[in-house]
Nanobody, 124 residues
């Protein structure tokens, strides 16, 4: 069982930056692939970035490539999402998710555990 708690969301102007953090409970964090998903009102939940359990594989959706960076610190049981050059279309609730022994896919249904989400709002 893994519990995930996100933080770092907020209101930022277009062009600004935010760093999201997700802290996981338990001692086996390094065995989990971690993903960051987002869901805007009226839209499906979408994976924006993911990192495999060994951190050797990462995924980014095309719309965030070059702007967002996912990283993990296994010693701190934490995964990060650094978001730069934010755009109004990045506005959404951002969720982190964990997939045991996963490789870091974009498929929502690969992930067994989810956080409660943190709101990111980008004003124009």
């Amino acid at each position: 069982q893994v519990q995930l708690v996100e933080s770092g969301g907020g209101l930022v102007q277009a062009g600004g930056s935010l760093r999201l953090s997700c802290v996981a409970s338990g001692s086996t964090f390094s065995r989990y692939a971690m993903g960051w998903f987002r869901q805007a009102p009226g839209k499906e939940r979408q994976c924006v970035a993911a990192i495999g359990w060994g951190a050797g594989r990462t995924f980014y959706v095309d719309s965030v490539k070059g702007r967002f960076t996912i990283s993990r610190d296994n010693a701190k049981n934490t995964v990060y999402l650094q978001m730069n050059s934010l755009k109004p279309e990045d506005t959404a609730v951002y969720y982190c998710a964990a997939d045991y022994w996963g490789i870091g896919t974009a498929r929502r249904y690969d992930y067994e555990y989810w956080g409660q989400g943190t709101q990111v709002t980008v004003s124009s």
